[in-house]
């Protein structure tokens, strides 16, 4: 089995609709990261929790928002979803006080907003 | 803010050597990475360099960094089908955020 396992691994939408990306994982890691990436762009950083009670914005968050509902499990919401937030979703994971933060990523979900 | 800088394709024979590259602009970075991403997967970690080390060898790969220009380089030796994928560079900046480049798509040609 995946060590961070994130579902759906596709989803379609329409304009409008509130929708939730899901990531869990089993490293026992702390902290917990969600990026999307464009073509051409990249990965970018949304949130990330480094642990249950510690949530930050990362670059983009605008028109997310997070749950880290416990140490294994960190969701991601579309409030109103719109057709530019239609990208490859990853959900990633890191110790906590590691000097390298080396990152161990989900599969990701491929979302679009129609 | 800080930024990692990739091109976005290259393009190589089977059984050459590719050479990727990368810039990254904040000279406190301790760590830079190499990411792979193979189709419909998440990104893996291939290897890492610490920022006072030049030169990093694991098998097919080499990393090299030069501090002073801000270069870091993954060289794969005897290219293969298999190494057909997307390599991320990235660097560890004082917040302890990972700054991505935007992937590099390795084309291998028969």
């Known amino acids: 089995d995946a060590d961070v396992t994130q579902t759906p691994r596709n989803r379609i939408t329409k304009t409008g609709k509130r929708i939730m990306l899901e990531c869990s994982q089993t490293?026992?890691?702390?902290?917990m990261y969600w990026y999307r990436q464009d073509p051409g762009l990249g990965l970018r950083l949304i949130y990330y929790?480094?642990?249950?009670?510690?949530?930050n914005k990362g670059e983009i968050s605008d028109g997310y928002s997070v749950s880290r509902q416990a140490q294994a499990k960190f969701s991601l919401s579309l409030e109103s979803a719109i057709p530019n937030q239609t990208a490859l979703y990853f959900c990633?994971?890191?110790?906590?006080?590691?000097?390298?933060?080396?990152?161990?990523f989900g599969a990701g979900t491929r979302l679009s907003v129609l | 803010g800080e930024d990692v800088e990739q091109s976005l394709f290259l393009s190589v024979r089977e059984g050459d050597s590719s050479v990727i590259n990368c810039t990254y602009t904040?000279?406190?970075?301790?760590?830079l990475y190499w990411y792979k991403q193979e189709p419909g997967a998440g990104l893996q970690l291939l290897t890492y360099?610490?920022?006072n080390m030049d030169m990093k060898q694991d098998q097919r790969l080499t990393v090299l960094l030069n501090k002073k220009d801000k270069h870091l380089s993954l060289r794969i030796a005897d290219t293969q089908t298999g190494d057909s994928a997307i390599y991320f560079c990235?660097?560890?900046?004082?917040?302890?955020?990972?700054?991505w480049g935007a992937g590099t798509k390795l084309i291998i040609k028969p």
């Open positions: 904040d000279s406190s970075s301790t760590y």
């Open positions: 360099i610490f920022s």
């Open positions: 929790s480094f642990d249950v009670k510690d949530i």
């Open positions: 990235a660097s560890l900046d004082s917040n302890y955020q990972l700054i």
């Open positions: 490293k026992g890691h702390d902290r």
């Open positions: 990633a994971t890191s110790e906590g006080g590691g000097a390298k933060n080396i990152q161990y």
